[in-house]
């Protein structure tokens, strides 16, 4: 791989803008470069879901795009990924990877929304960070096609890391872009964009790989098990299948209790109308409830919160379900078993 020249960009020149995806991660943050060097004003598209990695504990993906951005001085719009992509997901057209990840869909999905912006503002293309052969579903040769397709932008997606092993873009034949200032990365080793970054200064950017919760085979579960049984689901049952410990008492009634003090705050926070479910007294999970549910269902449900709560060992142990402003208490005695915890688990 041969590195192109940095040529400056001729102080004052007007050029033309392009929408870039800005992930925060390696190889959106070197388009990012390359385009700045090029002389091209950059609108960078950052785009979140209930499935991203990055979390306010960990300095990653919006929270790393938001610093690429300022230390790059471009312009970044956070935009939501909404009930429309979780429908996506729900019934991809071109199927899923390894757990409940759409990836083919979902990058047609995001690159849509790109078009979008890239008409709004007149700008000449939208850039990414792809490179030929680097994921195993969504970069090989024939995805690639396909998603451009799909996305509406054929002859306006540029893919500077690969550009030279595919075909030149409508901006690269006008000479709009410079394609000899274009690469031709392709495979799944990082080692030449780290080269790259090094050679043109970039320091500010996130982890090599990024990721998604799809393809956790937990959260591909649970998100399934909404889909599957939990009628007019929505984008919080989408954020709470990445919370908590899952549990399908019966077809009619899910369970998700917290791990600690800070996951039980998160999802009585979340729960709005839905039923919760916690000890009077004693510390232990948090419950909210999705669905319908009897006596015999809370005295299951007392019995999981003692199960997860083993420093609690009263013969029995108060226990409260709270919703709409009405409060139900009742004993809990019996603690359910590990069978029984794991068979009801999602």
Known sequence: MTLPTQTPSIEGAKRPSVVALLSGGLDSTIVVRMMLDQGFGVLALNFISPFCTCSP???GGCRMAARVAQSMGVELRVMNKGIDYLRIVERPRFGYGRGLNPCIDCRIYILRKAADVMRETGALCVVT?????????SQHRRSLEIIERESGLTG????PLSAHLLPPTIPEQEGSIDRARMLDLSGRTRAPQLAIA?????EVFGCPAGGCLLTDPAIARRLKDVFDRCTGWDERDARLATLGRHFRLHDG????????AAENARLEQMAGPWPVVAFTKQSGPTAILRGRYGQQDLTAIGGLLRHFAPKVTDAGVEVSLK??????????QATATADEAKAWAI
């Open 129 to 137: 960070g792809e490179v030929l052969g680097q994921r195993p579903m």
């Open 156 to 159: 306006r997606l540029l893919r």
């Open 57 to 59: 504990k960990k300095d």
């Open 323 to 332: 919703c709409g402003g009405r409060e139900t208490v009742w004993t809990a």
């Open 253 to 260: 009634l899910k369970v998700i209790l917290g791990h600690d």
């Open 198 to 202: 090094k050679a043109r200064g970039v």
